[in-house]
């Protein structure tokens, strides 16, 4: 795999396989959807949050062909909001991802894993959907599976 941002993933993805920017893009999509309010890590709410993590003025030209490249290795769901807009949350397996590398980084700086995986604070309530999926957001959650969560409607 080549180091340009736009260069698709194979089948099987591992972190290694991802650019440094693709990988921020999950982490910057991850804050978006573990924060308390109902933010929608959109297309402006992420370069915002990408600029936030030190990038300078990120256009979309970048981002939207990194996300393209993201969804299609199936670690972010793209969901349509209205006519111009789509929202991007992780899958159950970009999350994993995540965590995984988050539990990579603990153990290499000694770390607690359980301070890495939630940030230092407890996760007080999971969201599950009706597919058994289980989300940090209830957002999230009701994207997950349309209209249905939890086995109730939304």
Known sequence: MSNDDNTSIEESTD??????FQRDLLVAINRIETRDDDSEPYGLGLRAELEELGYDRVNHGRIYPNLDT???????????LDDRTNSYTL???GVS???RRARQLA???DLPVAIAMDGGREIEEWHHCVC??????????LRCCGDRFGGEQA
Do not use: I, P
């Not at 058994?132 to 959650?141: E, K, L």
């Open 15 to 20: 972190w290694t396989d991802l650019t440094g």
């Open 97 to 99: 991802m995540l965590q």
């Open 107 to 109: 153990e290499l700086c």
């Open 91 to 93: 899958t159950g397996e």
């Open 70 to 80: 993201l969804v299609e290795a199936e670690l972010v769901e793209k969901t349509e």
């Open 132 to 141: 058994g999926a289980r989300y940090r957001s209830r957002s999230a959650a």
